[in-house]
């Protein structure tokens, strides 16, 4: 695979993986962490809230919580593609690693699924039976991801494009 | 306690039930590390949404309200102090001499005693409130040291692989 080869040959790739210095993996490492709190933390927040069984959260202030789990989307999606540029055969030759972004994928789609839900309480069964439906799903999705992207650490065959003959 | 005792000390750790699940069944330390993940959105989401009302955001929602969410943070609390000390009895050393960890630790510490500061004297006064009226100053600089903390103990816990002993010596 000359792709691979060549990322992992690039500047940018091989001072990821190979500088000692706390801003290269261990700092990219960390933004991927911070995002992670910053999106899935708020969105974990919001689906209990709507799982209240009393209902006393009223859901629409909780949209203002959608530009901070948007950048933490975006802190993630930049230093996920560090984190593939350091690795790049590492990450393509496991199939949990598409596994996890089509789970993040998903996990995205309802967040934007949800903000339109997040009004006044329903008054009545269907709705709030379909939004209690789409938070126990979201929280699915991402405990998913989660597991997934704590796996691939684990469950990867090959290392470095050179290691594939 | 004399440092051989501490490392004898920390040595029986080691040997101790939980050490050994989390070492020797297959799997068991990624499932927990997963685990340790989970536990860290159920906090650092419940935990800080809370932080971000006292400090002015989310209006429109009551402190008492929002602070029914509390016993999932506490969830996601306990499921990082369960699974942290699991991977902290499997290899003691490899924090106990580990310069992130001190920083996580000392974090930690700080972050309990803002907690019990927060509900001995911020909470009350907002538990009364509507959550109409902006917090007392005291409180917002609770709500932003909780944020500030929760990010350093996110930090040095990324650290830790990092500050290895004795590869950092």
């Known amino acids: ?165 | 306690m004399s440092m051989t005792e501490v490392d004898a000390f920390l040595q029986s750790l080691m040997t101790t039930a939980p050490a050994h699940l989390v070492t020797q069944v297959a799997w068991a330390w990624p499932i927990c590390e997963t685990l340790h993940f989970i536990g860290l959105v159920l906090m650092t989401g419940v935990v800080g949404v809370i932080d971000l009302h006292v400090l002015g955001g989310l209006r429109g929602i009551g402190f008492n309200a929002l602070h029914r969410l509390l016993p999932w943070g506490i969830v996601g609390f306990v499921l990082c102090l369960t699974t942290g000390a699991m991977f902290f009895a499997a290899a003691p050393e490899q924090y106990f001499y580990n310069q992130a960890f001190h920083i996580k630790a000392t974090a930690l510490l700080f972050m309990g005693l803002n907690v019990t500061a927060f509900y001995l004297w911020a909470a009350p006064r907002l538990a009364r409130g509507d959550g109409a009226a902006p917090a007392p100053a005291f409180a917002r600089f609770m709500a932003l040291l909780s944020l500030l903390l929760m990010v350093v103990v996110i930090g040095a816990g990324r650290m830790l692989t990092f500050f290895r002993p004795p590869f950092n010596w």
Request: proline fraction near 8%; avoid cysteine; hydrophobic fraction near 55%.
């Open chain 1, 1 to 165: 695979m000359p792709i691979l080869l060549w990322l992992e040959d690039s500047g940018l790739s091989v001072w990821l993986r190979e500088s000692p210095s706390l801003f290269a993996f261990p700092g990219v490492l960390f933004l991927h962490t911070l995002g992670l709190a910053m999106l899935v933390g708020p969105n974990v927040a919001i689906n209990l809230a709507l799982l209240d069984r009393k209902e006393r959260i009223p859901p629409e202030p909780l949209r203002g919580l959608y530009p901070l789990m948007w950048s933490g989307f975006w802190i993630n999606a930049a230093s996920g593609a560090l984190l593939l540029l350091a690795y790049p055969t590492k990450a393509v030759t496991n199939p949990l690693f598409f596994a996890k972004l089509a789970l993040v994928a998903y996990a995205m789609m309802y967040l934007q699924w949800l903000k339109p839900m997040l009004r006044d309480l329903p008054a009545n069964a269907p709705d709030r039976r379909r939004r209690h439906r789409m938070a126990v799903t979201s929280l699915a999705l991402w405990a998913g991801a989660i597991l997934f992207g704590r796996l691939l650490a684990y469950t990867y065959s090959t290392l470095m494009a050179t290691d594939l003959v």
